[in-house]
Structures are given as structure tokens and as C-alpha cells.
């Protein structure tokens, strides 16, 4: 069984035609070529673009020359209300700096401390799920309430249940829905002077969030001064100074980065988990390995087992990263030219939008043995462990890769191994079609019969 995927986009339409598939779906609006294509460039009066899918090229932009390829401006229009200049959008020295405060709360020895928050969270998710036994559901709605109780765990200490991170949880899903991929200044230039439309239900749900976000980082600022926080990973960014500057972040600039966590680490993993779920209903050969493995590695109930457990869910590793291979959570990611360039021959104008993407170069049919198919095995393949080297990239890669990259390959197979120990899964009445939304998601939603094991 293939995995479901978009039709491909008809070849010969117009820009206006494009513009509007983009803002449906970005991934439905491109041709079949892309995936043989090394390179591909588009060319009109408003925008000229490459997509890169040569390795060589890849690890040109995001490892060898980053800083000659900066994330392009037109990224952050559609994100600005929501992000303002989180790490997530900013280049140059502003980024360096970020990333120097936040890089040590992610480094293995705090990811450690994290376990029994995600352990918890992932018992909470395994019995909200037993208790829709006997029926389908969505399981997007559960992965996205699964992935917001981590981060907020992980964060503040609070699980979603506490009503502050209940109401958050609640404006990011409207959030979504209301956010289109593409706002109609990433495809148009427009001089920085000039005021960006975004829709009134956009921003409101921007300014709902960052609200919260900001009674949350005070709170915080508050209990840091009278020393009583708790030692989690929002106590640990907002205390680390800046070793250069020796400035930590003011409240709000916290309030950008909590932004980009939340939408990073909840987004992101929920998308993961929903398909990797998805693929192993389709796969019960695989779902069996995964229960197996789960039942030896891990205890049924009382505290988490030790840390060590992650090393166990080998099987549950190896269906997560299958699942980002097939379905990225992050199906494109955008650089520029800095100045003139010459890639593949093809000299660029500073300015030329670099578009980078995993759905494509996941899928590669010139440098994946059966692309299209789920084989969690392939990890221990040479064309696996080759490709996994040069053209797997779920998190980015070189500087700009995903901090929390470490975090989120702990927290998905520990969710897949404790839903799988409990539960079977089976594929719904009808199967998904990916969207890119934000995230990548069910154009439905992810449909699953969920049942006792």
C-alpha cells in the first residue's frame, strides 16, 4: 500500500492560477517534475525562485554558506503577527544571539530532566484515547492536545489541563485555521513601509495568543525574582545570559520565543505523531513490532522507567523517522540570495527566493530506493543510511537546524510506543490527503479506528 499523497499540480498555468493554489495548498500546486528535478526555477514579473533538490546544493544553503543564504523576509510576512522576532525569522546577529541563550536549555543533559514531563504527558494521551475505544476519531485533535501538554510541561511545568495553557492551546487551533501558508506579501514584493493585510481573524487570534504568552512570562519573571520557579526550560532560557552580551532576554523578547516553542514543538510533533499513527493503522505488521517493543521497554503504569528507555524504541524511532520522511512536518523551507549567485550554472540575482524541500527531497525518485513506499527497515539499508546522510533534512540542518530536534525524536516514540502497548489502531472510513498548512495535515483530518489491544 502506497501512502496517500496530492495529485500533482497541470503544467501550463498562469501566475494568478498558482497564487491561488499556493494559499489552498502549497504542495497540490506543483508539478510531478519536482521529484526527479535537481533543480527547478520559476520565473515571473513579481518573483523569481530555484528549488533545490541536489544534495550537493542543499548542503551548499543550510551548512556550507548559511549566511549567504539567510531565511528569506517574505518568510516572516504571513508569521509576523504571531511571531514577531523570535529566532524562528530573524538572520544576522539578532539570531546569533538568540540562539546562544536558548541553544543550552536544549542541550542533552536538559532533555534528560525532561522525560518525566513527557512521560507524563504521554500517559495522558494513551488514556484519553482508551477512552474513545470502539469509535474513529480525528487523531489530529488528540496529537495537537498530546503535543501542547508536552511543550507546556516541558515549558512551564503546568500540563494543558491548567487553564491558562487550555486557552492557548485553544487560540493556536484557531490560529491555524484562520492563517493561510502563503500571505499575499510572500509572493508580491512590497517596500517594508508598507502596511501588511492580514485577516482581522488572523490577528486577533496572533494578539489572543501573545497575550497569554505574555501573562505566562510574567508570571515567570516574577517567581525567577523571588526565587521560587521551578526548574523547567522557560526558568532555564530566560535566566541564561547571552555570553557575548551578557544581556538575557527582556520579557518581550521571551514572549517571540515562547511564540515560536509552542508553534515548533507543538505543531510540529503533532503533525509527526498524527501520521506516523496514520501509517501504522495501514501497517499492522509494523504497529505489532512497535506494541512488542513497547511491552518489554517500558512498565505499564506508576513512575517513568529510566531515561534509558529511549534507547530501547528502536523500532518506535525507526516508524517516526519514516513518518517525517513521507509526511515532513515542515514541507518547505525558504532561504535567499545575499548576493549574485551561480548554482547548477544558473546565475541568480541577490534577492532570488531559495526554496528548499523535504516533501520533494524526501521522496527523490533519484536518490530513494521506492520513494513513495513506508519502510521503516530502511534506516538499516545502505541507500537508507546514505540517504538519511544527504537528503533527509525533517529539522533543517547546519546552523539553523532545530534545537529542539533532540527533544522531539525522544517524544514521538515515546508516544507511538505507549499508544501502540495499549491500544490498535485500524485505518479510518476514508484515508487523509495532506495539506501544507502551517503544518503538514489532514486536508479531513487523520481518520483512525482506535481499539483495546
Known amino acids: 500500500m502506497i501512502p496517500p499523497r496530492p495529485d500533482a499540480a497541470p503544467p501550463g498555468r498562469g501566475l494568478v492560477r498558482i497564487a491561488r493554489a499556493f494559499r489552498r495548498d502549497l504542495l497540490s500546486a506543483l508539478p510531478d517534475k519536482l521529484y526527479r528535478a535537481w533543480m527547478a526555477e520559476f520565473r515571473s514579473p513579481l518573483v523569481r525562485s530555484v528549488l533545490c533538490n541536489d544534495p550537493a546544493l542543499v548542503r551548499l544553503v543550510l551548512s556550507e554558506r548559511p549566511r549567504d ?3 528569506s523576509g517574505r518568510l516572516r510576512e504571513g508569521l509576523a503577527p504571531l511571531l514577531g522576532q523570535s529566532v524562528f525569522v530573524t538572520n544576522g546577529e539578532t539570531w546569533a544571539r538568540q540562539r546562544r541563550i536558548i541553544d543550552p536549555a536544549f542541550e542533552g543533559g536538559r532533555i534528560r530532566e525532561t522525560w518525566p514531563a513527557m512521560w507524563q504527558a504521554a500517559r495522558a494521551a494513551t488514556l484519553r484515547l482508551t477512552a474513545a475505544a470502539g469509535t474513529q476519531i480525528d487523531v489530529e485533535p488528540e496529537t495537537s492536545h498530546a503535543a501542547a501538554d508536552v511543550i507546556f510541561r516541558a515549558l512551564f511545568s503546568m500540563p494543558i489541563e491548567h487553564r491558562i495553557a487550555a486557552r492557548v492551546f485553544a487560540a493556536f487551533r484557531a490560529h491555524q485555521d484562520a492563517q493561510p501558508l502563503v ?24 494578539a489572543t495568543i501573545r497575550g497569554l504568552i505574555r501573562d505566562l512570562v510574567a508570571a515567570r519573571t516574577a517567581a525567577i525574582a523571588d526565587g521560587t520557579a521551578p526548574d523547567d526550560l522557560a526558568t532555564k532560557i530566560m535566566t541564561t545570559p547571552d555570553p557575548v552580551t551578557g544581556r538575557c532576554f527582556a520579557p518581550a ?9 509552542f508553534l515548533a514543538g507543538h505543531e510540529t510533533s503533532a503533525s509527526a505523531l498524527a501520521w506516523a499513527l496514520w501509517l501504522l493503522a495501514a501497517n499492522p505488521d509494523w ?4 506494541a512488542a517493543e513497547a511491552a518489554e521497554a517500558l512498565q505499564p503504569a506508576g513512575d517513568p522507567p529510566d531515561f534509558g528507555a529511549v534507547s530501547r524504541l528502536r523500532a518506535a524511532r525507526a516508524v517516526f523517522r519514516e513518518a517525517m520522511r513521507l509526511y515532513p512536518p515542515v514541507p518547505m523551507m525558504v532561504r535567499e540570495t545575499a548576493r549574485p549567485e551561480t548554482l547548477r550554472g ?16 524526501h521522496r527523490h525518485r533519484r536518490l530513494w530506493d521506492d520513494p513513495d513506499s513506508f519502510d521503516p527497515g530502511r534506516w538499516d539499508t545502505p541507500n537508507g543510511r546514505a540517504c538519511a546522510r544527504e537528503a533527509y533534512v525533517p529539522f533543517s540542518a547546519g546552523q539553523r537546524v532545530c534545537p529542539g530536534a533532540g ?21 479510518g472510513d476514508a484515508d487523509p490527503v495532506p495539506v501544507a498548512r502551517l503544518t503538514l495535515r489532514g486536508r479531513d483530518g487523520v481518520r483512525l479506528r482506535i481499539d483495546r489491544r
Not at 254 to 260: K, L, N
Open 183 to 206: 500571505n499575499p506579501a510572500a509572493l508580491i514584493p512590497m517596500p517594508r513601509w508598507l502596511p501588511r493585510w492580514h485577516s482581522r481573524r488572523t490577528r486577533a487570534t496572533a
Open 69 to 71: 543564504f539567510p531565511k
Open 253 to 261: 523578547e521571551m514572549v517571540d520565543q515562547v511564540a515560536i516553542f
Open 287 to 290: 504497529q505489532d513490532r512497535v
Open 346 to 361: 544558473r546565475p541568480l540575482p541577490r534577492g532570488t527566493q531559495v526554496v528548499l524541500s523535504p516533501w520533494h527531497l
Open 407 to 427: 527533544f522531539a525524536m525522544i517524544e514521538g516514540p515515546l508516544m507511538l510506543a505507549m499508544i501502540c502497548r495499549d491500544l490498535r489502531l485500524s485505518r
